[in-house]
């Protein structure tokens, strides 16, 4: 699937090619001359997140939608009712492996750190407030191409810099004047050193089923 003309996900196929999040799809072709190049659909997508927001109310009352890109769900005051976090997960996993879909999911203190992981693929992983800096700087920032406003990780891999760890080794001007204030303030967020406020998803008031 391509966004802004980078790779944003992979089949198994794309990725046993050697084809990652970030590339060009030229690159991903020149690998793998039989991909199939897929552009992104917002609509369909958002009516997709819509209705498994609805479907995760069953199991927590506070859900954010991140267009385009996945679910948030703060299961901290649920986890009693469902018999601890490994249990609330695999019920959760399991229902929506049940409606067709294969999800990958992360879970951290910061809502933005949650997402990224997820989306970089650290599918399983949990930290916490003291393994968060360390796990977070490891993850690669063309897979997080679609989370970065503007060319930020195109201009940071220009210097040589392929990760959030090597980015936030950077001193805060230098990298400012590198991405921009909206890409520093987004890293800033993930690793909860600004506020990370997300909009809560407002449940229908009938449901039709």
């Not at 039989?34 to 369909?44: F, K």
């Not at 997080?144 to 959030?164: K, N, Q, W, Y």
Request: aromatic fraction near 6%.
């Amino acid at each position: 699937m391509v966004e802004r003309n980078r790779i944003i996900a992979c089949d198994g196929a794309a990725d046993a090619a050697g084809i990652q999040p970030g590339m060009r799809p030229s690159l991903a072709r020149s690998l793998l001359p039989t991909v199939h190049v897929l552009p992104r659909e917002p609509l369909r997508e958002t009516a997709l997140l819509e209705a498994l927001a609805c479907w995760a109310g069953t199991y927590t009352p506070r859900i954010c939608i991140v267009p385009q890109r996945g679910l948030l769900l703060e299961i901290g005051a649920c986890l009693s009712l469902f018999g601890g976090y490994a249990a609330l997960c695999t019920k959760i996993l399991e229902g929506i492996r049940a409606q067709g879909y294969q999800p990958c999911h992360a879970a951290a203190p910061i809502a933005q750190a949650a997402l990224w992981l997820a989306l970089a693929g650290e599918d399983g992983v949990r930290v916490n407030r003291k393994t968060l800096p360390t796990t977070l700087d490891q993850l690669h920032l063309g897979a997080l191409v679609s989370e970065l406003p503007g060319d930020c990780v195109t201009r940071l891999a220009s210097f040589g810099i392929h990760t959030l760890g090597a980015a936030r080794a950077l001193p805060s001007a230098a990298l400012t004047r590198r991405i921009g204030v909206a890409a520093t303030q987004q890293i800033a967020k993930a690793y909860g050193e600004m506020p990370d406020a997300q909009p809560e998803f407002v449940f229908p008031e009938q449901f039709c089923f």
